[in-house]
């Protein structure tokens, strides 16, 4: 397949995502492909460890191939959109799961379904260029891919923070945050990576890491605790509300662009993985509200404003003023015999 390249490499299993100019977006196509590899090295005594990276210097993986989506689904297909996110999700479970050492390398974007790839592995690299983020509530979706429980995981109400507002990582706050683990400056990458694949031997990659120069979370740490500590959305816009600072005058305009909806049922998700820390937890929470996010959410919408007629003008179902309690109830129910199994071929 022309935009993913999956071999072995010394004692190695490689993928490298190999479509630049879309900024490695992930189709579909391409996550069935990394799931078919995680079988297959699960169980092979030559491939000690997999390493995963990106042609290109602008993405590592800027998110999902969302144009099919859109398309299938404007015509009331919801079926392949449910289908896409059940498959990725799986894959997602595979990675995290993977019973040998994952090794990522993640230049400039990192957003969105590469979050679900490069950063459930067990040994996250970042260098310069490096910016993660999850804009899902910008498009009407929640933190996905697992992506939920990363946010859960985060020091303080930072996960709620980045969630919401879709806010960027540089190096140092992605490891701060949980989303990655090293910092190795780019030009290293290449002979880095030709040693690993020759010995395998993960610790070459503590040796190589050094200090990222200081991001601007820590400082908005104590801020974040304080106005994102609410229950619900209406909590957490009322705090901000009431602060009248620089740093909630920031928040509201950023949230401001974002789905309510999205916004709430995000809240809701990180709560509750935060109580059962538990990637298929994460994962089932997460596919509850993908899998009615183009019949009752904001998906398409968000779709079209921000990727297909690019106006950045999205209607959103409700205002932030006006998101009844309900909706988000009615997004993240159990969905019965509609739930997530993470079986292959259902």
């Not at 590469?114 to 983020?133: F, K, T, Y």
């Not at 500590?229 to 816009?237: F, I, N, Q």
Request: charged share 25%; net charge negative.
């Amino acid at each position: 397949m022309s935009d993913i390249s999956i071999r072995k490499a010394g004692q190695t299993g490689r993928i490298t995502f190999t479509r630049p100019k879309a900024l490695n977006a992930m189709s579909y196509d391409m996550c069935i492909a990394i799931e078919d590899a995680l079988d297959a090295w699960a169980t092979d005594d030559a491939v000690k460890m997999i390493i995963i990276d990106a042609e290109g210097e602008k993405a590592f993986c800027a998110g999902g191939d969302i144009a099919e989506l859109y398309e299938t689904g404007t015509k009331c297909d919801f079926a392949y959109g449910r289908k896409f996110w059940a498959d990725e999700y799986r894959m997602n479970a595979k990675l995290y799961e993977f019973p040998k050492p994952v090794v990522s390398f993640m230049q400039g974007f990192t957003m969105g379904g590469g979050v679900g790839v490069g950063c459930h592995g067990s040994h996250r690299v970042v260098g310069n260029s490096s910016q993660i983020a999850m804009p899902e509530c910008g498009i009407g979706l929640v933190p996905d891919v697992g992506g939920s429980l990363i946010l859960a995981r985060a020091p303080g109400r930072l996960g709620e923070f980045l969630g919401l507002t879709a806010a960027r990582l540089n190096a140092a706050d992605a490891i701060y945050a949980g989303f990655a683990d090293y910092f190795i400056p780019e030009d290293q990458w290449p002979a880095l990576i030709a040693q690993l694949e020759e010995t395998a031997d993960y610790v070459l990659i503590d040796a190589a890491a050094s200090e990222p120069e200081a991001g601007p979370l820590t400082t908005q740490q104590a801020d974040i605790d304080a106005n994102f500590g609410g229950e619900t959305l209406s909590d957490v816009l009322n705090a901000l509300k009431y602060s009248d600072t620089e740093f909630s005058a920031g928040a509201l305009k950023k949230l401001s662009r974002n789905s309510p909806i999205a916004m709430g049922a995000a809240l809701e998700i990180i709560h509750r993985v935060r109580q059962r820390d538990d990637i298929r937890f994460a994962l089932d929470q997460e596919y509850r509200f993908t899998f009615r996010a183009m019949e009752h959410g904001d998906f398409l919408e968000g779709i079209r404003a921000q990727i297909i007629d690019k106006d950045r003008n999205p209607q959103w179902k409700y205002s932030l003023d006006d998101l009844p309690a309900g909706i988000v109830t009615k997004m993240v129910l159990p969905l019965g015999a509609d739930a997530l199994t993470f079986e292959k071929g259902e």
